[in-house]
Every structure is written in structure tokens, then in C-alpha cells.
T-cell receptor, first 115, second 110 residues
Framework: GAGVSQSPSNKVTEKGKDVELRCDPI?????LYWYRQRLGQGLEFLIY????????KSGLPSDRFSAERTGESVSTLTIQRTQQEDSAVYLC?????????????FGNGTRLTVT | QQQVKQSPQSLIVQKGGIPIINCAYE??????FPWYQQFPGKGPALLIA???DVSEKKEGRFTISFNKSAKQFSLHIMDSQPGDSATYFC?????????WGAGTKLIIKP
């Protein structure tokens, strides 16, 4: 595809349920980031993948959050036992690590609402 | 030391005016300073970026001014238009990480 694709675009779930968010990066982009954006706020780093290297998970807020990526393809962010404070837009971005100043290309996000 | 402080939080400017958004940082190891523009319901998109060895960069109506000694940089939008109404984020790069400002919600009144 032409850009980063995220699905679903909206997700409403009940407190305590698990959710899985998906990100399809731009083909050939080896770097992939997940961010969380609460309403009216900035971007909060969650996790970074670069090729087959070990991911940087330093931004994950709790052990309820996990993410996977196989090679340079799709990534999934999983939130277990969702809480109301998890309500936010989850943004995925990819970039080409071959160019040092390669910009981040963002998807339109998944808006998660926990009721 | 990893923070990027952005101001103002919100800004309303009349069409044709020149909104200015400011950012300040502490970490002198930052080596790349992009600005991203975000419209409602969309992800941020790169607008313009600058390296610390340059004091100014212009792309169309958008200009970044960079003051390395003061550790500050700013975005100026010339001849602002209602279509420029969006949230603007400054950022600074350390290795592969972008450290983000909190964002400025800009409204351009017709």
C-alpha cells in the first residue's frame, strides 16, 4: 500500500477484555514505532522495532502491554485486561532506517475506548 | 534532560498573520529537529526539519529558526491560511528516538 495502514480504526471494548491492534508498515521500512496519544496530548513512545534486532520496549506502561513484529512486516500491539485509562489513540509509524533523516510515516491510528 | 518543551499550548491567529511556535531542549546530543503537522483524525505528518548546523530553513510558507547556543528552535508560518489549522509538534532526535513536544493547537481565523 501507499502508506501505513492501521486496523481497526475504532475499537470499543469492555474493561477487562483483551484487544489486539494491527499495523501494516510501508513496504521496505525496517523501523516501526508504536505511540499512544491521549486526547489533546502529545505522543507517548511505547515500543520500537528495527529489523531483526531486539525491540526497545522501554515505553510500555505495564506488563499488560505487549507487541510483536515478524521481520519487516506487520506488527500487532496487544493490551490485556484493558482499563479505562488505556483509552487513547494508538499510532503506528514506520521509517526507512537506510536514510539517517528518514521521516516517520504515521498511520491514522486506532481509537480505543474502554467502557 | 530528554524533554522538549513546546509553547504555546494553543494559538489563534487571523488569516494572513504569522503564528510562531517555540520549542526548547536541554540535551546537546540531539542531532535532528523535525516539525510534524497533525489534522484531526489523522496521524502526524512531517512538515519541515532542520539540523543543528543550520540556523534557518524555509520550505514554502514554513520556516524553522534554530538557535543552537540558546537550545531553542521555532516554527513560523507566513501568510497563514485557515487550512493551516492543525496541531503542530516539534521533536528532537536522539539515536533512533524522537523526543516529542506536547503540541500546539493552531487555529487560523478566516
Amino acid at each position: 500500500g501507499a502508506g501505513v495502514s492501521q486496523s481497526p480504526s475504532n475499537k470499543v471494548t469492555e474493561k477487562g477484555k483483551d484487544v489486539e491492534l494491527r499495523c501494516d508498515p510501508i513496504s521496505g521500512h525496517t523501523a516501526l514505532y508504536w505511540y499512544r496519544q491521549r486526547l489533546g496530548q502529545g505522543l507517548e513512545f511505547l515500543i520500537y522495532f528495527q529489523g531483526n534486532s531486539a525491540p526497545d520496549k522501554s515505553g510500555l506502561p505495564s506488563d499488560r502491554f505487549s507487541a510483536e513484529r515478524t521481520g519487516e512486516s506487520v506488527s500487532t500491539l496487544t493490551i490485556q485486561r484493558t482499563q479505562q485509562e488505556d483509552s487513547a489513540v494508538y499510532l503506528c509509524a514506520s521509517s526507512s532506517a537506510q536514510r539517517r533523516n528518514s521521516p516517520l510515516h504515521f498511520g491514522n491510528g486506532t481509537r480505543l475506548t474502554v467502557t | 534532560q530528554q524533554q522538549v518543551k513546546q509553547s504555546p499550548q494553543s494559538l489563534i491567529v487571523q488569516k494572513g498573520g504569522i503564528p510562531i511556535i517555540n520549542c526548547a531542549y536541554e540535551n546537546t546530543a540531539f542531532d535532528y529537529f523535525p516539525w510534524y503537522q497533525q489534522f484531526p483524525g489523522k496521524g502526524p505528518a512531517l512538515l519541515i526539519a532542520i539540523r543543528p548546523d543550520v540556523s534557518e530553513k524555509k520550505e514554502g510558507r514554513f520556516t524553522i529558526s534554530f538557535n543552537k547556543s540558546a537550545k531553542q528552535f521555532s516554527l513560523h508560518i507566513m501568510d497563514s491560511q485557515p487550512g493551516d489549522s492543525a496541531t503542530y509538534f516539534c521533536a528532537a532526535r536522539s539515536n533512533y528516538q524522537l523526543i516529542w513536544g506536547a503540541g500546539t493547537k493552531l487555529i487560523i481565523k478566516p
